[in-house]
């Protein structure tokens, strides 16, 4: 949450005498808390000592969340880099309920100081009530939780989709779908036929199961007459509707048939009154063409104290934790409506009526849990009999998971004469089994995971995240493309869009964790590779649980002064996550020259869990990187113009970098950087040395890497198409460019407007330091600028650091790109750092502009010229 304190910026707890009485008062639970002091009653310490208004706002969220029924312990408060302002974090169980919470804890410090001067005490049971009933509404109910927990146990990841019970599990090829104890696999005819009470029947029968026989009833009158078809004692219940609802039994006049059917009438426009099996009520549940677990149920009912009415013992019983509305509870409320007072009445019972102590009052005969029945676990009786009957009747059905209800006289005999199957249900709950009244619970939800995922699967695919300031997306593109060659449904995800099996699927800046969920849930992906850029990870993670293998390839200066990060040790703390969350046993893959990253892999964060660390340089030998080879690790190292693998010291050429199209020749340095981070994923990930080699020696900039280093050959010079954006892309640039001996190279140059002062003067400057005339642009987009502003520091810092340099502004992209290229001469460079990447290629097609792959040298040394000319 963004807090802003407004009047209380600045403030203490210990400013407003009482203040600190009405807190603990109010929330009691307060006191107990340890905050930074390690100790009980820590936090109650620092509000005697006086302590800013967002930590307490952190502290009464987190107790609210004990108090909701959702509790939670951790939580921070951090300055929002303005006065007053505060980003507090805490955990959740139930999200959009903590939302509900955060905001209620602010609203009680502004009542508690009010309250002060004389205002009114909070009403926080009322307010806590309304959230906590928001909660049992809105969050997972407790067979969809099953399934979900015993999902987390395996390891195998979840999401919830929408608001309601459609949970995703696994990821992409693995993916499946669960909507309660509903699965992707469960046939939609079947579910249809279980719908269908006498169709169901019908097939039951046919196969050889004990079903009721039963008559189809559109009117009171056919109903009545049907009670004398069938003969007492029946059942009258809503032809098609599941829950209990509506549903008489044990009826045996024909006014009670009447009464019967005008309350099923209520929920259903057809009604069933069929024959009334004799016995106990049970609930058997079929998983995968087995029986996983039976309950018997047990009709609704209070037991007397002599003291109170029925009514009184039913609002007891109703206020019980384990009671809820429909199925978010363990229970259900006992509902008192038309079908519970026709059953009192038939017993001659009224809720005034006192029973005696210990006198067992039933409210109903329907035993269904969703009327407010309990359930006693009776797995361990099951006759093999009545098991092999439930199957059968699954089978036959067609589901995969299925509830079968039974009359049985004992569900640990054979069944009697006057027993057998009275209902099929699709998409069973599974709280009777999950926490049963009475007996031993039963993990269903893995028995259905276990069907869902066989032998142990984890429903994952592997995956690769890559990170960092400069070359992600081209790190990314060249994975993918790797592993795409190899036969593989490649899912990316980079700045530019996402690609499923290389078809571009959603277009635009698609680097944070709703496009990698977006990646993760295509069922056709058969591995994941993921531009993971710091906006969204600061805004809303990673988008996944865990990497399989993830790349940090530089922390650079940019993005300084947003979202509240101030230095590059922040920016590095942001990225560190993609490090963090590696998997056990997975590779974390560093650049060994960045001097932050060479030590992150020593961070306790990283470090636990255990991980293979994998560096790369271009500048070996590196003292890091002998000992992690001298240790039995890897590394990926540039050396005599070859990217090199070195395992325990052994080294083995991979492929010749001026082999690789994006290096323009060996040139492009930075291209040389990626590629080394790209070969170290593919053999981390599997890949032999002869198929990466294969896969970067095809990997073109106008095929596979557009807008990165693109090249292209126009008006008998060179243009050079970048996204660079900050001073490290700049300087990366210009020493490409310095290789290109005796060409003028012209930058078309630009900066975001939402980046610091420091990173635009620090651009300008790199610029002025490697272009021979520099033409200054602003991207359409000034996010948050005054119009020229950006240009006008660009400007200043290139004339401060090259007073004479050739320095004009256009700061429209499109006529800069224009007016840099009209002034072409032969042989000259123009370097263009776009900000969109579409409208400048249209403007490099209409001079003619033709892709190239590398810029012909014009200067050679005197070695290289006799190199030559004896060959």
Not at 220 to 240: D, F, R, S
Not at 700 to 725: K, M, P, V
Not at 771 to 787: L, M, P, Q, T
């Amino acid at each position: 949450m963004r807090l802003y304190l407004d009047d209380l910026a600045g403030k203490e707890s210990r400013e407003f005498p009482g203040f600190n009485e009405f807190l603990l008062e109010l929330l009691p639970g307060l006191a107990k808390h340890h905050c930074c002091m390690g100790r009980e009653g820590g936090f109650a310490e620092r509000l005697r000592e006086g302590t800013y208004f967002g930590h307490v706002v952190e502290h009464i969220a987190l107790e609210l969340t004990e108090l909701a029924g959702v509790p939670v312990y951790h939580g921070k408060t951090r300055s929002a880099g303005e006065p007053g302002a505060y980003n507090i974090i805490i955990e959740y169980e139930a999200e959009e309920g903590t939302k509900r919470l955060l905001r209620m804890a602010a609203e009680i410090i502004e009542s508690l100081t009010l309250q002060t001067k004389g205002g009114e005490a909070f009403p926080l049971e009322k307010r806590v009530d309304e959230v906590r009933a928001f909660i049992a509404r809105s969050e997972l109910g407790p067979t969809t939780k099953a399934i979900t927990e015993a999902a987390t146990r395996r390891g195998i990841p979840w999401k919830r989709v929408g608001e309601n019970s459609l949970v995703q599990l696994g990821y992409g090829k693995y993916r499946r779908f669960i909507q309660a104890a509903m699965t992707e696999r469960t046939s939609a005819v079947a579910v249809d036929i279980a719908s269908d009470k006498e169709l169901t029947k019908i097939l039951l029968r046919d196969a050889g199961i004990e079903v009721p026989c039963g008559i189809l009833a559109q009117s009171e009158a056919e109903a009545i007459e049907a009670l004398e078809i069938v003969g007492p004692p029946v059942v009258v219940k809503p032809y098609n509707l599941s829950q209990g609802k509506g549903v008489s039994l044990n009826l045996t006049t024909e006014a009670q048939v009447g009464q019967a059917y005008r309350i099923a009438k209520q929920y259903a426009t057809k009604v069933v009154v069929e024959r009334q099996f004799a016995g106990h009520d049970y609930r058997a549940l079929v998983i995968n063409g087995k029986v996983a677990a039976a309950s018997e149920r047990v009709p609704a009912h209070v037991v007397g104290d002599g003291e109170r009415t029925i009514a009184e013992l039913v609002e007891a019983e109703n206020r019980r934790p384990a009671r809820g509305e429909d199925h978010e509870r363990p229970l259900t409320r006992i509902a008192i409506d038309s079908a519970m007072m026709e059953f009192m009445k038939r017993r001659r019972l009224t809720l005034g009526h006192t029973p005696r102590p210990g006198e067992v009052v039933y409210l109903r005969e329907c035993a269904n849990l969703s009327t407010g029945g309990t359930a006693r676990d009776v797995t361990d009786l099951i006759h093999p009999r009545v098991a092999a009957m439930c199957e059968r009747a699954a089978r036959v059905i067609g589901l995969d998971v299925c509830g079968i209800d039974l009359i049985l006289d004992d569900i640990a005999e054979p069944p009697g004469p006057d027993n057998g199957v009275i209902e099929i249900n699709a998409a069973p709950g599974l709280r009777m089994h999950v926490a049963p009244s009475e007996g031993r619970s039963r993990d269903v939800g893995a028995a259905i995971i276990d069907m869902l995922y066989p032998d142990g699967a984890t429903g994952r695919i592997p995956i690769i995240s890559v990170t960092g300031t400069n070359g992600k997306t081209t790190i990314t593109r060249m994975v993918a493309h790797a592993l795409s060659q190899i036969g593989m449904t490649v899912g990316m995800a980079t700045t530019d869009g996402i690609y499923i099996g290389g078809e571009l699927v959603v277009e635009g800046d698609t680097t944070g964790p709703i496009s990698a969920q977006t990646v993760l849930s295509d069922p056709s992906v058969e591995i994941a590779v993921l531009e993971t850029a710091r906006g969204g990870i600061v805004r809303g993670g990673l988008g996944y649980d865990w990497s399989d293998i993830s790349v940090i390839s530089n922390v650079k200066l940019d993005h300084v002064g947003q979202d509240g990060i101030e230095t590059l040790d922040d920016l590095l703390y942001v990225k560190a996550l993609v490090a963090e969350r590696v998997r056990k046993g997975g590779t974390l893959i560093l650049n060994a020259d960045d001097e932050r990253l060479a030590q992150l892999a020593d961070d306790e964060l990283v470090a636990r869990p255990r991980k293979n660390v994998v560096y790369f340089s271009m500048r070996p030998p590196h003292v890091l990187i002998r000992r992690r080879l001298d240790a039995g690790g890897s590394a990926y190292l540039y050396k005599d113009g070859w990217i090199v693998e070195s395992l325990g010291g052994d080294e083995t050429r991979v492929v010749r970098a001026s082999d690789i199209p994006v290096t323009l020749g060996g040139a492009a340095s930075f291209n040389v950087a990626n590629a080394l981070a790209a070969v170290a994923v593919c053999r981390a990930q599997g890949l032999s040395r002869e198929d990466v080699a294969a896969a970067l020696r095809g990997f073109r900039g106008d095929l596979h890497n557009a807008g990165r280093a693109g090249l292209f050959e126009i008006r008998g010079g060179y243009a050079l198409l970048d996204y660079g954006h900050n001073p490290d892309a700049f300087t990366a640039v210009c020493k490409m460019a310095a290789k290109w001996r005796g060409r003028r190279v012209t930058g078309v140059i630009g900066v975001p407007g939402d980046r610091d002062d420091m990173v635009v003067e620090q651009a300008g400057r790199a610029a002025a330091r490697g272009f021979e005339r520099i033409i200054i642009k602003e991207d359409g987009d000034a996010r948050g600028r005054r119009r020229g502003e950006i240009a006008d520091l660009l400007r200043r810092a290139v004339m401060s650091e090259a007073p004479g340099r050739d320095c004009r502004v256009a700061l429209d992209e499109i006529a800069a790109i224009r007016m840099a290229i009209e002034e072409i001469e032969p042989g000259d460079v123009v370097v263009i750092f776009y900000e969109k990447l579409d409208p400048a290629l249209l403007v490099l097609e209409q001079f003619g502009a033709k892709p190239v792959q590398s810029v012909p040298r014009l200067f050679y040394s005197a070695e290289s010229f006799l190199q030559s000319a004896t060959g």
